[in-house]
Nanobody, 118 residues
Framework: QVQLVESGGGLVQAGGSLRLSCVAS????????MGWYRQAPGKQREMVAT????????NYADSVKGRFTISRDNAEKTVYLQMNSLKPEDTAVYYC???????????WGQGTQVTVSS
């Protein structure tokens, strides 16, 4: 089992910044993919950014490219999402994801609310 705890959400004005953190605990495997997803009211959950185990490969949704940066600290078992130039359309609940490529199992955090006011 893997447990994920997110933090760092909040209310910010458009153009502002937030940094989300996700700490993983439990049975952490050496090969994994971690990422951030978000879900706005009335919409499906969507991928925001993902990062491979070593941090060498990242992937971003087109809507956040150039504004968001995902990173990880394996020693601290933590993944971060630095969000700059926030827009009202970034308002959503942000979820941390831990994915095991072998077997395809996913774990999710409880989510953290990000609200961007115009």
């Amino acid at each position: 089992q893997v447990q994920l705890v997110e933090s760092g959400g909040g209310l910010v004005q458009a153009g502002g910044s937030l940094r989300l953190s996700c700490v993983a605990s439990g049975s952490i495997f050496s090969i994994n993919l971690m990422g951030w997803y978000r879900q706005a009211p009335g919409k499906q959950r969507e991928m925001v950014a993902t990062i491979t185990t070593g941090g060498s490969i990242t992937n971003y949704a087109d809507s956040v490219k150039g504004r968001f940066t995902i990173s990880r600290d394996n020693a601290e078992k933590t993944v971060y999402l630095q969000m700059n130039s926030l827009k009202p359309e970034d308002t959503a609940v942000y979820y941390c994801n831990y994915h095991l490529p072998l077997g395809g199992k996913d774990y999710w955090g409880q989510g953290t609310q990000v609200t961007v006011s115009s």
